[in-house]
């Protein structure tokens, strides 16, 4: 990455203005010393403690917090549950938080990809330094952060409630996505209060949704309009010192407002957990790409070389509960492709020809390829 254009502490701060050559003049991004910045896509301001006290969304012509309410707050919950202690949550953990607000400084920074604001926090003994990240041409919101836990026995969230009103979310898992109903009518609703997810949780009513993306936290939870991610767990027993120490790990919002398939949330959230990694040395494919599918709603999950053979094995799963055909074609020369099953064995003789997949909602396919 390039290093930044300049460095300001905010209190020291005048109205900056950034445009970037080539850059439509509708489209700058502005900083002031009021704690708010502006970019192409949202106006977003914060208060003393470095919390979020605006998200706006410039495009859809509306805020994302649920009014009077504050976003990305860290929630501090004692969590001693009565067995178990790495791996459950009591229903009642909820009753004894508390909100870190020790702000120490915030750090604000422009560069051709967005505005960057660094807060840090202290906590007891405790350090919590968090960048958000507001890019110029993309509408993810990242927050990528770096603690040095002491604490024990103690649960961290990050809680964004936002102005959504649905009676259900929909929760990532490993080829494809469940909904699970947010509401407390009854015991059953009440037990799964915590829900498991791999890269992103989606809170969407007709016309506008709010995803939170992760590259790494699975414990999820929404209650009325609160979305929150648990962070870190801190537990005693079977480790006494588990969790104590570095933590490095980025979260994102990612508000849209097409229905979530339709909304690049599996794309971006891709992109969160794989970035592009820059080596050096020359390409042998300098024109089009390895593998290409020509639907948005088929996922590339592995690509290898068979266990048993010359073989590439590539395995692809449907995720938006949609029936599709795609065509996959490569810049290297296919010869011939068969459908194989989960262990590599061919389900059918091998063929010439486009490699075209018919899926049903949420399926799973592996092909052998050969090349020339």
């Keep these: 990455m390039a290093p930044f254009s300049f460095v300001t502490l905010y209190r020291d701060t005048a109205s900056l203005e950034v445009d970037y050559a080539g850059q439509d003049s509708s489209h700058i991004s ?22 979020l006290t605006e998200i706006y969304d410039k495009e859809a012509g509306r805020d994302i917090l649920s009014k009077g309410k504050r976003g990305n707050v860290l929630q501090v919950f ?35 990809l967005g505005i960057w604001i660094t807060f840090s926090w202290g906590y007891h003994k405790s350090t919590i330094s968090q960048t958000m990240c507001l890019y110029h041409e993309k509408k993810r919101i990242d927050f990528k952060t770096r603690i040095i836990w002491e604490e024990r026995q103690k649960l961290l969230k990050t809680a964004f409630p936002v102005g959504i009103r649905s009676i259900d979310a929909r929760f990532d898992i490993q080829y494809g996505n ?7 009518n009854d015991s059953w609703e009440a037990a799964r209060f915590e829900v498991v997810a791999h890269k992103w949780m989606d809170f969407s009513e ?3 949704g709010v995803a939170l993306l992760n590259d790494c936290k699975y414990g999820h939870d929404i209650y009325e309009d609160t979305m929150r991610l648990t962070l870190i767990k801190s537990a005693t027993d079977p480790d006494y ?14 508000p849209h407002m097409e ?29 089009g790409s390895l593998f290409h599918l020509d639907s948005d709603y088929i996922v590339a999950d592995c690509i290898k070389q068979a266990e048993h ?19 996959l074609t490569s810049a290297l ?13 061919a389900t059918e003789e091998f063929k010439s020809g486009p490699v075209r997949l018919d899926f049903t909602p949420y399926e799973i396919k592996t092909i052998l390829v050969r090349f020339n």
Excluded at 30 to 51: H, M, P
Aim: glycine fraction near 4%; include cysteine.
């Design 241 to 254: 010192a588990a969790d104590l120490g570095l933590h490095e790990f980025t979260y994102s919002l990612y």
């Design 30 to 51: 502005t900083l002031d010393s009021s704690r708010q910045a502006e970019t192409r896509y949202y106006r977003v301001a914060w208060n003393e403690w470095g919390q």
């Design 259 to 287: 229905e979530w398939y339709d909304s690049g949330l599996e794309q971006e959230s891709f992109d969160l957990n794989n970035p592009i990694i820059a080596v050096s040395g020359a390409p042998k494919i300098t024109a």
């Design 78 to 112: 004692e969590d001693k549950p009565r067995c178990f202690d790495a791996w459950e949550l009591e229903p009642t953990y909820g009753n004894k938080m508390e909100e870190i607000r020790d702000l120490k400084e915030v750090r604000t920074e422009v560069n051709p």
């Design 309 to 327: 053979s010359q073989d590439i094995v590539l395995r692809f799963h449907e995720f938006a509960g949609a029936r599709v055909s795609a065509v």
């Design 333 to 345: 020369n296919i010869s011939s492709w068969c459908q194989c099953d989960l262990m590599e064995r």
């Design 178 to 184: 469940i909904r699970r109903r947010i509401t407390r």
């Design 206 to 208: 007709t016309g506008y």
